[in-house]
């Protein structure tokens, strides 16, 4: 009676043994992803849209010699809420703090999650682009028929290349299916 018990506490022991060694890969393999996509979006232009900029909080000269036009886009993607910049475009010193704000309203009946991915255009302009508060660095959710003003706060890098003197930055709105929002 007591051998086929210790073939089976054996056995237990052996399989819990692979299992240990798979939880302990699939730990490795998420840890390695992390640097795998801050590269993907370093390449594409892509910024992480769930931290801030470490680089906008750094203090920048602002170019008083100089103005660059930004101007304001927004879109909801297959998202039933209304979605706009108060202000189409502002003229900005590079290295000068700026604020612009957009406006956003659910118009289901439900209460709806949303984030918003920023881009750029020029794509080039990314790398100049430094976003210090931006409602896209988070969820945003949003009771039936709710309006909320988000705010952007961003700087232009002086080191902007002259010849780009103009810069678009646009936001898409993506509906977060089953998430949990931050309200905020």
């Not at 210790?6 to 237990?12: I, L, Q, S, T």
């Not at 101007?71 to 910049?85: G, H, I, S, V, Y």
């Not at 255009?121 to 988000?150: D, H, I, N």
């Not at 080191?159 to 930055?169: F, G, S």
Request: glycine letters at 6%.
């Amino acid at each position: 009676m007591t051998q086929p018990t210790e073939n089976r506490g054996k056995a237990n022991r052996k399989l819990m043994g692979r299992l240990l060694v798979v939880v302990a890969v699939m730990f490795g393999f998420g840890f390695a992803l992390v640097p795998f996509y801050e590269k993907i979006c370093e390449v594409t232009g892509i910024r992480n849209v769930f931290q801030p900029d470490a680089a906008a909080a750094q203090s920048t000269q602002v170019d008083a010699t100089r103005n660059v036009s930004v101007e304001f886009d927004a879109n909801t993607q297959r998202l039933p809420w209304t979605f706009k910049p108060l202000q189409a475009s502002v003229s900005v010193h590079p290295g000068e703090v700026t604020q612009i704000v957009y406006e956003v309203r659910n118009t289901l009946e439900r209460p709806v999650t949303g984030q918003a991915v920023p881009s750029y255009s020029p794509q080039q302009a990314a790398l100049y682009f430094r976003k210090m508060e931006c409602f896209c660095f988070r969820q945003q959710t949003l009771a039936p028929g709710e309006a909320r003003r988000l705010p952007v706060v961003f700087v232009i890098d002086p080191k902007l290349p002259p010849e780009l003197n103009t810069v678009t930055l646009s936001y898409t709105f993506f509906e977060v299916n089953g998430a949990r929002g931050s309200g905020g």
